[in-house]
């Protein structure tokens, strides 16, 4: 009988975001989402911002619908404000998560609050599966002293955001449609990080900076690693290094998308689209 034992992830392929602009004129890497990785199973876009230039960012994100998957907004510097259609409002500060599942619809503006100074953070789409596509609207949002810290010693440490660690630390983001782990994680160069991750989940590591390996693959900042099938990652810092580790259960159903809806059929983003444009959002 083949028994596998310690089946680490290797790299499949690292990517390099590229720039592009959205909403109104906010500077951006397009990380997944783009022509080089469309997608990775249930994520459908990844877009990484960071400028200290105000120029870049105060534009901000007028109001915009969305459909049919989740956006999750991780904001490492600076502060956004968010307003909705239902009279949902509230401010993102940094180091902290709004993980909105916008469902049959949401309309929203998402706008910087500062008028200068650093903004950085991540905007990371979660698709829903074909039965939760037209649930209700949902958030889930939390400060950063809510978001635990697990310190695992030598200096690294993981902020669980969404779901839970093998030692059992647990993210506020829970209940989950499309299961899904979201861990921020420091290491000081020269240590060691490693985890199980189910088996059948999709999986990526975003760094953010400094430089890593994984399973002889070497990371530089802004890098993304999609990695393989398997049981756990296995890091290594060679510098100070920051990373996002995000991995969820694939849906493996039909994608059709368009700006911001994604459905499964063609007939269901026409229906989008008039559902936004006759008011019913
Ligand atoms: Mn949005």
């Excluded at 960012?57 to 907004?73: M, Q």
């Excluded at 409002?89 to 309309?107: F, N």
């Excluded at 989950?176 to 290491?187: M, S």
């Excluded at 493996?252 to 559902?275: H, K, T, Y």
């Amino acid at each position: 009988m083949e028994q596998l034992i310690n089946n680490r992830r290797s790299v499949r392929r690292t990517v390099l975001g590229q720039e592009t602009f959205d909403g109104a004129g906010v500077r951006l890497t397009r990380v997944i989402g783009g022509p080089q990785l469309p997608q990775l199973d249930p994520f459908l876009l990844l877009d990484a911002f960071r400028s200290d230039d105000p120029d870049d960012y105060i534009g901000g994100f007028p109001p915009h619908p969305h459909r049919g998957f989740e956006t999750v907004t991780y904001l490492l510097a600076g502060q956004v404000e968010h307003r909705d259609n239902a009279g949902h409002t509230g401010i993102l500060e940094a180091g902290g998560v709004q993980w909105m599942t916008a469902g049959s619809g949401v309309i929203h503006s998402e706008m910087p609050q500062q008028q200068d100074g650093l903004l950085s953070g991540f905007q990371l789409w979660v698709n829903l599966p074909a039965g939760q596509k037209m649930t209700a609207p949902r958030y889930q949002e939390f400060d950063r002293q809510v978001i635990p810290v697990e310190e695992r010693g030598d200096g690294v440490s993981v902020r669980v955001v969404a779901g839970r660690t093998s030692l059992h630390t647990q993210g506020p983001v829970s209940e989950l449609v499309t299961p899904a782990l979201f861990f921020d994680i420091t290491l000081p160069a020269g240590t060691h990080f490693s985890e199980p991750l189910p088996e059948r989940y999709n999986a990526f590591v975003y760094l953010i900076e400094g430089t890593l390996s994984i399973d002889g693959t070497t990371l530089e900042g802004g890098n993304l690693a999609v990695l393989d099938q398997g049981e756990s990652v296995e890091l290594t810092a060679h510098e100070s290094s920051r990373l996002l580790l995000v991995a969820g259960q694939p849906l493996n159903e039909p994608i059709a998308r368009r700006g911001p809806f994604v459905m499964n059929n063609e007939a269901e983003l026409q229906q989008a689209f008039s559902d936004y444009q006759e008011g019913r959002f």
